[in-house]
C-alpha cells in the first residue's frame, strides 16, 4: 500500500476530509483520478516568489481521468 492511499485509509477511517486545493477536481486517492502538474505555476509550486494558489504549491492537481 503506498503512502497515499495509507492516507487515505486514514481519512475514511477519521472521517477526516483531505484538504482539497482550489485546482483539484477531487481528494487525492479517488478512483479515477490522477496527478497532474499545476496548469499556472506549471510544476514549480511557486509564481512570483509566493505559493500558487491552485496547487497551494505542492506543483501538482488531482484532475479526473478517462470517463465515458
Known amino acids: 500500500m ?6 487515505n485509509a486514514q ?7 483531505p484538504t ?7 481528494p487525492p486517492g479517488t478512483m479515477g483520478t490522477g496527478e497532474d502538474v499545476c496548469p499556472d505555476c506549471h510544476g514549480k509550486g511557486r509564481i512570483d516568489g509566493a505559493p500558487c494558489a491552485t496547487c497551494g504549491g505542492s506543483g501538482t492537481i488531482t484532475r479526473a481521468i478517462g470517463g465515458a
Open 20 to 26: 482539497l486545493n482550489p485546482g483539484d477536481e477531487a
Open 2 to 7: 503506498t503512502k497515499t492511499q495509507t492516507t
Open 11 to 17: 481519512d475514511a477511517r477519521t472521517g477526516i476530509q
